[in-house]
């Protein structure tokens, strides 16, 4: 229930039954559980999207991809793809935000994938299909060019993840995290697959980590024009986004 909807209701008794569950959730969230997972939902993009353990509880800096994506110049009835959409939650509001889009969303996990479809259908989006793929793997080059890929990657470097904060490390899915050794293993593919994939003057938008923008940036260098850093709102830089240069 809502802040409003609980003070309305204090006076009420709490039943037994539910003071149990009450008590077995605040008990694992003194353990250290993220308070998304024991709700079951966060938001994003205004948006409520169900969380479990198989996907990664969506963060407000993905918010500026989607801002990024929004702001770019596409044609009325763009052809995008999400790589690694986990919960679904970028695809999802770009599915919501540009309804005449065909919005393709991947991940390597089924079982993130069959939550990002009940994502859909809860936010009664329709644009949106979902495919089980490795990267690019499900699709064959030159079969669909797109004019937007956007993506938040696994990207914390094998060594960092022993670093990381206690709820995101006991909880949350390594697989959605760790890129290789120098957290960079994933954005060096998906650069240098992205560009077979999509069509000339299209977008790459990703989310990178914060002190990766120099390597990415590089990485962008031939290929790419128009290559923009957009910062979050405590100035780290966050997001990448890169045109493909036209034939
Ligand atoms: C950092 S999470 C991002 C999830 C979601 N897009 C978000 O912003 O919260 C990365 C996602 O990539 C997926 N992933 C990892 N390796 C992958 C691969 N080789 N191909 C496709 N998806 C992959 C993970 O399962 C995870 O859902």
């Keep these: 229930m809502d802040e409003v909807e609980f003070f309305r209701r204090l006076p009420e008794p709490v039943w037994p039954q539910l003071e149990k569950k009450l008590e ?5 969230r003194i353990d250290g559980w993220p308070l998304a997972y024991l709700l079951g939902w966060k938001e994003f993009w205004n948006l409520p999207f169900r969380v479990n353990r198989s996907v990664l509880i969506p963060r407000p800096e993905t918010e500026l991809v989607v801002e990024k994506s929004l702001s770019l110049s596409l044609s009325l009835e763009p052809l995008i793809i999400d790589i690694g959409t986990g919960s679904g939650n970028i695809a999802i509001s770009l599915g919501k935000e540009l309804p005449s889009a065909r919005i393709i969303a991947t991940d390597i996990s089924l079982k993130a994938l069959k939550l990002a479809r009940e994502n859909a259908r809860l936010n009664q989006v329709t644009n949106v299909r979902f495919v089980l793929s490795d990267m690019f793997k499900a699709f064959r080059q030159g079969d669909l060019t797109f004019d937007l890929i956007v993506s938040n990657p696994p990207y914390v470097a094998q060594d960092d993840w022993q670093k990381l904060d206690r709820p995101v490390k006991d909880f949350e899915p390594k697989k959605a995290l760790v890129a290789g050794q ?66």
Excluded: N
């Design 24 to 28: 077995r959730l605040v008990r694992q």
């Design 182 to 247: 120098d957290g960079l293993k994933f954005i060096r593919q998906l650069i240098g697959q992205a560009e077979h994939f999509l069509k000339p003057g299209g977008f790459l938008a990703m989310e990178i980590g914060a002190y990766q923008a120099e390597e990415v940036a590089r990485l962008l260098r031939s290929g790419w024009s128009q290559t923009e850093i957009v910062p979050d709102y405590s100035g780290f830089p966050r997001v990448v986004c890169a045109r493909k240069m036209s034939d």
